[in-house]
């Protein structure tokens, strides 16, 4: 039968729902990017600009050299540097390892392993609040207090990424690797040779998780770092809050540069980023 040409309700209907959809997006959208642009604009600003009632988004004079300052009051340069060893460092390793167990889950076969990874699983409904004792006590047995390490090795190991990863690895085709295996190949040289190259979009979905994380980790370094110099950004950035006052550009200032690396790793990352997405958890254990 021949479709029925759509009537003129119908039409109007379609094109209200589109205009209300996008203007519901649009104001979603300036949501969430208004916090941002007022902090690049206060970064700008002297500090009593900042209270000026009404407020203003563009600033009388740029103070540009609010970026130049933030290097010299603080150690900032540094706090910069520990950050990116740790977040680099802490993705790279939390990656292998989660790709890994991944592997292992999704493949090879043995007693109890459906157990073992329900339990894995479980292990992240338990609040990170809960492991902060007695992660700083192994921390503190081992004599990694005050030292980059006991920053990076809680983050190496979690389940998420593991999930996420054994997810996808469930999607590739069993015939690649039986193949290989034909081959005397071995289940490690499957994994790096065959896996992990067609695992990009999930690879690049959690390397963003994982960075984003590990460059945003407050509470965790607090607790096991006390030295100045061994401080990442995110804990160095409450310098800027004194007892009776808070110098409000600088820190701006300084939480605009500390944007930067995740703002590179997500425009690197994001053509595979929503295809990880879609990708991962098509198919069920």
């Known amino acids: 039968m021949p479709t029925k040409a759509r009537g003129p309700n119908q039409r109007v209907s379609q094109a209200m729902g589109r205009i209300i959809s996008h203007i519901i997006l649009l104001g979603g959208a300036i949501t969430m990017v208004v916090p941002f642009v007022w902090m690049l604009s206060s970064s700008l600003k002297t500090n009593l600009e900042v209270f000026r009632i009404p407020p203003t988004f563009i600033p009388d004079v740029a103070q540009w050299q609010n970026y130049i ?13 520990n950050s990116l060893f740790i977040t680099v460092v802490q993705t790279v390793l939390y990656m292998f390892i989660a790709s ?11 007693p109890g392993r459906d157990v073992i990874f329900t339990l894995y699983l479980a292990t992240l409904m338990v609040p990170g609040e809960v492991t902060l004792i007695p992660k ?3 921390m503190r047995k081992l004599e990694l207090i005050d030292t980059l390490t006991a920053v990076i090795l809680p983050g190496i190991f979690n389940a998420y990424g593991v999930f996420l990863l054994r ?18 190949a071995s289940y490690f040289r499957i994994y790096w040779n065959i896996i992990l190259p067609l695992a990009g979009p999930a690879l690049a979905t959690l390397a963003i998780f994982s960075f984003r994380g590990a460059w945003n980790d407050f509470t965790w370094p607090l607790i096991v770092i006390n030295s100045e110099h061994l401080k990442p950004l995110s804990v160095g950035l ?3 809050h004194g007892l009776y006052e808070t110098n409000w550009p600088y820190l701006m200032a300084a939480s605009t540069v500390a944007l930067i690396p995740i703002i590179i790793v997500f425009v690197a990352a994001q053509k595979y980023f929503v295809r990880g997405i879609a990708l991962t958890g098509l198919k069920e254990g």
Do not use: H
């Open 69 to 81: 300052e933030i290097f010299k009051v603080v150690p900032y340069g540094r706090w910069f540097l």
């Open 100 to 110: 890994l167990a991944g592997f292992t889950f999704a493949r090879l076969r043995f």
């Open 136 to 138: 700083f006590i192994l």
């Open 167 to 184: 997810q996808f690895f469930m999607t590739l085709p069993e015939s690649l690797e039986e193949a290989a295996i034909l081959d005397g």
């Open 238 to 240: 409450a310098s800027f």
